[in-house]
T-cell receptor, first 114, second 111 residues
Framework: DSGVTQTPKHLITATGQRVTLRCSPR?????VYWYQQSLDQGLQFLIQ???????AKGNILERFSAQQFPDLHSELNLSSLELGDSALYFC?????????????FGEGSRLTVL | EDQVTQSPEALRLQEGESSSLNCSYT??????LFWYRQDPGKGPEFLFT?????EEKEKERLKATLTKKESFLHITAPKPEDSATYLC????????????WGAGTKLIIKP
């Protein structure tokens, strides 16, 4: 158990809809990272938050947004969903603001867009 | 552009049959290379960090090595519980500390 909690584990929705994925980081960790994993592309970094502030941005679409709340949990919002957004979405956490490479991953949220 | 290529895509071994997984990378100034293990339906789990050529790290039946262009994950006398996808990631000096991931090698150990 990594200590990182993600909900929901599975989500099925339709094109055009909006969903919110939630992540609670490991106790004491201040950084939260969001990744997308699809069969053909591997792990793609989306965005990182550190102590409530956006720290780094990867290949995150404009239809996607995220935030980290004062209690350090984070939410990833996906809107105007397309079939291609179907993937596993992982949240990871680390203690510091800089990714040292040792990230603790949750079990992921599997999104299926029909 | 920073890039990571892992080979082979999949590897089937008999229990006890040792082998190696490869991670080739192109990066502008390596800060670190990382190995993770991912079980089906789970998130990746951190294994090793390597920082400079010649460095080696070991954990149970796994040994990771690093050169200036690639890293190897050697698996000695594997057991069925070693079956997983092994992911390699690099952190370059120009990547704003973010990790660039390879697509992984799916390892299957048959009893």
């Amino acid at each position: 158990d990594s200590g990182v909690t993600q909900t929901p584990k599975h989500l099925i929705t339709a094109t055009g809809q909006r969903v919110t994925l939630r992540c609670s980081p490991r106790s004491g960790d201040l950084s939260v990272y969001w990744y997308q994993q699809s069969l053909d592309q591997g792990l793609q970094f989306l965005i990182q938050y550190y102590n409530g502030e956006e720290r780094a941005k990867g290949n995150i679409l404009e239809r996607f947004s995220a935030q980290q709340f004062p209690d350090l949990h984070s939410e990833l919002n996906l809107s105007s969903l397309e079939l291609g957004d179907s993937a596993l979405y992982f949240c990871a956490s680390s203690l510091g603001s800089v990714a040292t490479g040792e990230l603790f991953f949750g079990e992921g949220s599997r999104l299926t867009v029909l | 552009e920073d890039q990571v290529t892992q080979s082979p895509e999949a590897l089937r071994l008999q229990e006890g049959e040792s082998s190696s997984l490869n991670c080739s990378y192109t990066v502008s100034g390596l800060r670190g290379l990382f190995w993770y293990r991912q079980d089906p339906g789970k998130g990746p789990e951190f294994l090793f960090t390597l920082y400079s050529a010649g460095e080696e790290k070991e954990k149970e039946r796994l040994k990771a090595t690093l050169t200036k262009k690639e890293s190897f994950l050697h698996i000695t006398a594997p057991k069925p519980e070693d079956s997983a996808t092994y992911l390699c990631a690099v952190q370059g000096q120009d990547s704003n500390y973010q990790l660039i991931w390879g697509a992984g090698t799916k390892l299957i150990i048959k009893p």
